[in-house]
């Protein structure tokens, strides 16, 4: 079994597997505290399931990522994933861009 505290997009192998992630509601709202420039939450994440705390986690990794390569990513549902989002993920998808 992979290790679920990477940054799983960056280990998925199909969008099958990165969308399960996306989807999961710690990892957006994590993804949109950052966006809105909150700090990390460590009450919030200490009241977390382990697999939460690590779906937060990823989130924001996610987003300072986009915020970093400049992407403006526009996501207010979890199980809509942004078209800008979702082809950051298939880019890393691609054999040779791990």
């Known amino acids: 079994m992979r290790d679920p505290s990477d940054v799983a997009t960056r280990r998925a192998r199909h969008w099958p597997e990165a969308r399960q992630v996306l989807s999961h509601p710690d990892f957006h ?3 949109r505290e950052v966006q809105s420039g909150r700090p990390f939450d460590h009450r919030r994440a200490d009241a977390l399931p ?6 937060y986690e990823n989130g924001r ?6 915020a970093a390569l400049g992407l403006a990513v526009d996501w207010p549902s979890p199980g809509h994933i942004p ?3 979702k082809h950051l993920v ?9």
Do not use: D
Not at 61 to 66: G, S
Not at 90 to 98: C, D, E, I, M, S
């Open 29 to 31: 709202h994590g993804f």
């Open 50 to 55: 382990r697999l939460g705390q690590i779906r």
């Open 90 to 98: 298939l880019r890393r998808l691609q054999p040779g861009r791990r």
């Open 83 to 85: 078209p800008a989002l």
């Open 61 to 66: 990794q996610i987003a300072a990522e986009c």
